[in-house]
């Protein structure tokens, strides 16, 4: 950055100052920008701006993610949206007004992870935080909205909205918002300007909405435009609220979809059968998440079967499903878990359920050759035994049958070490990503005593033996246990992404 000292700075032409913007990060851009006021004006120039990734609080302790709270960060994502709102193409936005809820998780928070978190109503002391959280992201949402709501030219909006503290008896709703200062009305104006927005567009190819508390509503999809509608390529709905977001009206209007994440509860029989149409383009991507805390109110009666199934792949034959299962248990799983489900990567995250020897059986010989990613945790401080009583440990079973397996991840099961070996050996280095917490893993007393050393320190050698590459434990279990429907906002993201 020699031309940002003296007087040749100042003598460069815009379109040269701009040429050497394109060259930089973002932040050292800003800090290009303090040479003087013509490069102060150059860093606002459109080319440089198409797209503006954000996050937006929930720092740990009292900081947000840029070192203060998320009201302080109200004025910078003011000051971003005026400036870049009306014409960036691509936009991605991470909003969790309440402070330290996606910090990494210590012990003591761990325990809690998958339980209810306390409500305005009952606990006193959150009743003015969570009044302040509330207001904060209804104003961080509408500053949003109101920056792009007339931008023609975005191809790309991802939302995701942390808002656990706003959790209800397991479902998010709005029925607090009287307890905020004009909150039903800042409501229906975000819906408004978001329908605005949808209505608006003319290129729409990727739009994701996740968790955005009153946000997306049954009407906000019959508002998108048609050209955004021949556009559209990735649709991504996900919300705790009770009815479905999309009707098969408005998806039978989305006809070149590539990739789709929906509620499970919401891919119906119809749904189903409106993917598998021949006059659509084939999808490769559906990302699907089970809430078992739904499933009182968004029962599984009416979702797609397995002729359904079987329909969609004879015309999406490339297509591969993403399904992270939370706090369901077997009996449920059993029922969604069709034969012909083409599953290639499978999240089973739970407190106080427990997912069987049977299920894993049922997963090992029905996904052998689709399944390459396999996520199995649980929260609690009992770790179960899923191969008591078996002659062979069922997850060495699906390492063995599972030839795809690339991604193997366990918390909160008991781990015999020779059957972590076992599975090291199966995979060998086919297996990128082996990740089990210390915690998890348990070894074999009777063989600990015919081996010499550290059994600790044999089981590193010999599963980084089987890899092919070193290998350790996971020493930290806040590592494994993410915020679920965060993880699942993001990796949704790059398994659509991924095709």
């Not at 009407?219 to 009815?243: K, M, R, V, Y």
Request: hydrophobic share 40%.
């Amino acid at each position: 950055m020699a031309l940002c000292g003296g007087v040749g700075a100042m003598a460069l032409p815009s379109e040269l100052i701009v040429h050497i913007f394109s060259f930089l990060s973002d932040r050292d851009k800003l800090r290009a920008s303090a040479v003087c006021s013509r490069w102060r004006e150059c860093l606002f120039y459109p080319a440089l701006w198409t797209e503006l990734k954000l996050r937006i609080g929930g720092g740990g302790g009292s900081g947000g993610c840029n070192g203060g709270s998320s009201s302080e960060e109200t004025p910078r994502l003011e000051f971003l949206m005026r400036k870049f709102g009306s014409f960036v193409r691509e936009l991605q936005l991470e909003l969790a007004p309440v402070e330290g809820y996606l910090s990494p998780l210590n012990s003591e928070q761990s325990s809690a992870r998958m339980e209810q978190p306390p409500g305005p109503d009952n606990d006193p002391q959150l009743s003015e935080r969570w009044r302040d959280a509330m207001a904060t992201y209804l104003d961080q949402v509408l500053c949003v909205f109101s920056s792009i709501r007339n931008n023609r030219n975005l191809q790309k909006l991802s939302l995701y909205g942390d808002t656990c503290i706003l959790q209800q008896e397991g479902l998010l709703d709005s029925s607090n918002l009287h307890q905020i200062h004009q909150g039903d009305k800042k409501i229906n104006e975000i819906q408004q300007l978001f329908m605005e927005l949808l209505s608006n567009g003319r290129q729409l190819r990727w739009l994701s909405c996740s968790f955005m508390l009153g946000l997306v509503t049954p009407c906000s999809l019959a508002c998108l435009s048609n050209p955004s509608a021949e556009t559209l390529q990735h649709l991504s709905l996900l919300d705790h609220q009770l009815g479905p977001l999309i009707s098969p009206s408005e998806l039978d209007r989305l006809s070149n979809l590539h990739s789709l994440a929906l509620d499970f509860s919401d891919l119906t029989s119809e749904l189903c059968g409106l993917l598998a149409s021949p006059r659509r383009t084939p999808l490769h991507r559906l990302s699907l998440l089970l809430n078992g805390a739904a499933l009182e109110f968004k029962p599984l009666e009416g979702t797609a079967t397995e002729d359904d199934w079987k329909a969609l792949v004879r015309v999406s034959a490339n297509l591969r499903v993403y399904i992270m299962a939370l706090e369901v248990d077997s009996s449920e799983l059993l029922r969604v878990l069709k034969p012909s489900l083409p599953l290639e990567r499978l999240h089973l995250d739970s407190y106080n359920t427990l997912v069987s020897d049977a299920t894993l059986e049922l997963i090992s010989q029905q996904y052998n050759k689709t399944l390459t990613h396999f996520l199995l945790l649980r929260d609690d401080p009992d770790f179960p035994d899923l191969s008591v009583n078996r002659n062979e440990d069922p997850l060495v079973l699906l390492a063995w049958r599972c030839t795809q397996l690339a991604v193997l991840v366990i918390h909160g099961y008991t781990v015999w070490s020779h059957n972590l070996v076992a599975i090291s050996r199966l995979r060998g280095s086919s297996l990128r990503v082996l990740t089990v917490s210390e915690e998890s893993i348990d070894f074999d007393p009777d063989q600990s005593m015919c081996m010499e050393g550290d059994p600790v320190h044999n089981l590193v050698k010999e599963v980084s033996l089987g890899l092919g590459r070193v290998w350790h434990p996971c020493l930290d279990s806040s590592l494994v246990l993410s915020e679920p429907t965060q993880h699942f906002h993001r990796e949704l993201h790059a398994f659509s992404m991924g095709m």
